[in-house]
């Protein structure tokens, strides 16, 4: 079976302060912590032994993962395992690099976001060099705030070409035509992020080859329909992974509508859909972004 597992962990604290999110600077306890961890361990064990399978593992924590040593070790196992074809996790690049020269570069990629005001620009783009150096494959993304425009101009000066500039559209943030031309000549797919995508009953890849896994082990078709299909563990998912049309009135979260049958981002991300880098014979361009 080919798979890919969002997985979502207790894990909710973050290092960073960011005003557009609501995780910021939160702090676990030690006890919330321990439970991450152990969930985290426990779903690492689960995807290791499905050797029969081919797994692809996106990790998506409301908080920072990768400034917790068991998130890095996790990455790194996994990585190494010949049935898992990629690992991924998001992150604001915060923590050192240097645990990743234990990883598999061809499995292991990483969806960087840097966020203006949280940490020097200079030493997020630092990162960025090493993460270039080691052969890492990554993607970087800026919120589309009207302050964070010259700093993602910036950004897309001193990336290396190949590494894409992904802008999200800024939550609750209603953009002009001449706004969002701005943000699509950094990123010619802006448009697929700047307005909400309906979805009422149209097909989408989640609750067959995609689902989302919480800490406890929970499956859902994805992290936003809350309708379980069962549990991992038990294996009670299995007999409820079949097409079914998206519930929800619109789709507004890349990690969500990137699985739409209807829209052609899984062409343009060929083999890169997870950490959100498109296909180099399919760079973007700002006239295929409908």
Same mark, same amino acid.
């Given at each position: *079976?080919? %798979?890919?597992?969002?997985?979502?962990?207790?894990?909710?604290?973050?290092?960073?302060?960011?005003?557009?999110?609501?995780?910021?600077?939160?702090?676990?306890?030690?006890?919330?912590?321990?439970?991450?961890?152990?969930?985290?361990?426990?779903?690492?064990?689960?995807?290791?032994?499905?050797?029969?399978?081919?797994?692809?593992? %996106?990790?998506?924590?409301? !908080?920072?993962?990768? +400034?917790?040593?068991?998130?890095?070790?996790?990455?790194?196992?996994?990585?190494? %395992?010949?049935?898992?074809?990629?690992?991924?996790?998001?992150?604001?690049?915060?923590?050192?690099?240097?645990?990743?020269?234990?990883?598999?570069?061809? /499995?292991?990629?990483?969806?960087? /976001?840097?966020?203006?005001?949280?940490?020097?620009?200079?030493?997020?783009? /630092?990162?960025?060099?090493?993460?270039? *150096?080691?052969?890492?494959?990554?993607?970087?993304?800026?919120?589309?705030?009207?302050?964070?425009?010259?700093?993602?101009?910036?950004?897309?000066?001193?990336?290396?070409?190949?590494?894409? %500039?992904?802008?999200?559209?800024?939550?609750?943030?209603?953009?002009?035509?001449?706004?969002?031309?701005?943000? /699509?000549?950094?990123?010619?797919?802006?448009?697929?992020?700047?307005?909400?995508?309906?979805?009422?009953?149209?097909?989408?890849?989640? !609750?067959?080859? +995609?689902?989302?896994?919480?800490?406890?082990?929970?499956?859902?078709?994805?992290?936003?329909?809350?309708?379980?299909?069962?549990?991992?563990?038990?294996?009670?998912?299995?007999?409820?992974?079949?097409?079914?049309?998206?519930?929800?009135?619109?789709?507004?979260?890349?990690?969500?509508?990137?699985?739409?049958?209807?829209?052609?981002?899984?062409?343009?991300?060929?083999? !890169?859909?997870?950490?959100?880098?498109?296909?180099?014979?399919?760079?973007?361009?700002?006239?295929?972004?409908?």
């Amino acid at each position: *079976m080919d %798979l890919t597992l969002l997985y979502r962990g207790p894990l909710a604290s973050c290092d960073y302060d960011c005003p557009y999110c609501p995780f910021a600077k939160r702090r676990d306890s030690t006890a919330q912590l321990r439970a991450d961890r152990a969930a985290l361990e426990r779903f690492a064990q689960w995807a290791a032994a499905r050797t029969e399978d081919h797994l692809s593992l %996106l990790f998506t924590p409301w !908080g920072e993962g990768l +400034v917790r040593s068991w998130y890095r070790r996790t990455l790194v196992d996994l990585s190494r %395992l010949p049935h898992i074809r990629r690992v991924a996790i998001q992150t604001n690049l915060s923590c050192r690099t240097d645990w990743l020269a234990g990883a598999d570069r061809d /499995t292991l990629a990483l969806w960087c /976001t840097y966020h203006p005001g949280q940490t020097p620009y200079d030493r997020f783009l /630092t990162k960025c060099r090493d993460l270039t *150096m080691r052969g890492i494959r990554f993607s970087v993304g800026v919120v589309g705030l009207p302050g964070h425009l010259d700093v993602a101009r910036r950004l897309r000066a001193d990336l290396p070409a190949h590494v894409y %500039l992904w802008i999200n559209a800024a939550e609750g943030h209603t953009y002009t035509d001449a706004e969002a031309d701005r943000w /699509t000549a950094l990123d010619p797919l802006f448009p697929y992020s700047r307005h909400p995508h309906a979805s009422a009953g149209l097909p989408c890849r989640t !609750g067959v080859s +995609v689902v989302s896994v919480d800490g406890d082990g929970t499956v859902r078709r994805c992290h936003f329909v809350r309708t379980p299909l069962g549990n991992l563990y038990d294996g009670s998912y299995l007999d409820a992974l079949r097409p079914r049309p998206c519930p929800l009135a619109a789709c507004d979260c890349h990690i969500g509508y990137v699985h739409l049958e209807t829209l052609p981002l899984y062409d343009i991300f060929a083999g !890169g859909v997870l950490e959100r880098i498109p296909a180099p014979a399919r760079a973007p361009r700002a006239e295929r972004a409908l």
